[in-house]
Each structure stands twice: as structure tokens, then as C-alpha cells.
Nanobody, 125 residues
Framework: QVQLVESGGGLVQAGGSLRLSCAASGRTFSGYTMGWFRRAPGKEREFVAAIRWSNGYVYYVDSVKGRFTISRDNTKNTVYLQMNSLKPEDTAVYYC??????????????????WGQGTQVTVSS
């Protein structure tokens, strides 16, 4: 049983930073693609960033490039999303997701097989 547990969300002022964590368990994730998505109030779920566990290839949505960094820790089976220079428009519930096929279809939520429960990020102006 794959489990993804996010943590690290909270309230921060614009320009601040947060680091989200996604602790993965239940499988060996070496062949997976791990992604972060977010859903803002009244909006559809949006892709944010992804990483292929095997080779560390990363991909970002344009709106977070240069501000967010996705990474993984193999020893802890954990994926991180370091978020810097946060803006009010980054306010959303952030979800971790896992694609067992390890595909490069990073932005398509339908390819992800497992999802976490989400963690709230609120950026005040």
C-alpha cells in the first residue's frame, strides 16, 4: 500500500520561504516520477513540479521556475519542494503525487497513481 504524506505547509508573508516534504512509503520508488500539484480556491488543480526518481530529471511550471526547487532524498524516501520568494498567488493546497510508470508526462494529473492528502500553503501580502 503506497502512502504519501505531505507536511511543511503553513502561513508565510510574501517573499518568504517554505519547504514542503512528501514522505513516501509502501514501495521502492526508484522507478517512479514524483510530482507536486496545487489547487487554489475556486481554481482547478495545477501542476507545479516533478522529478524522476531514477535520474533526478526535474521539470517545473513556468510560474515557479527560479523560485521553487524539487529534490529527493533516497535514504529517506522523501521528496521536497523548496519554495522561495513566495507570492500571494502561490496560496493553495499542495499535493504530492506518484507515477509508477516513471513517465515524462509530468503535467498530466491522470498519469499519477497515488496522491497525498495535501498541505495548505497560505501567502499573505
Amino acid at each position: 500500500q503506497v502512502q504519501l504524506v505531505e507536511s511543511g505547509g503553513g502561513l508565510v508573508q510574501a517573499g518568504g520561504s517554505l519547504r514542503l516534504s512528501c514522505a513516501a512509503s509502501g514501495r521502492t520508488f526508484s522507478g517512479y516520477t514524483m510530482g507536486w500539484f496545487r489547487r487554489a480556491p475556486g481554481k482547478e488543480r495545477e501542476f507545479v513540479a516533478a522529478i524522476r526518481w531514477s535520474n533526478g530529471y526535474v521539470y517545473y511550471v513556468d510560474s515557479v521556475k527560479g523560485r521553487f526547487t524539487i529534490s529527493r532524498d533516497n535514504t529517506k524516501n522523501t521528496v521536497y519542494l523548496q519554495m522561495n520568494s513566495l507570492k500571494p498567488e502561490d496560496t493553495a493546497v499542495y499535493y504530492c503525487a506518484a507515477d509508477r510508470s516513471g513517465s515524462y508526462n509530468f503535467g498530466r494529473s491522470s498519469v499519477y497513481d497515488y496522491w497525498g492528502q495535501g498541505t495548505q500553503v497560505t501567502v499573505s501580502s
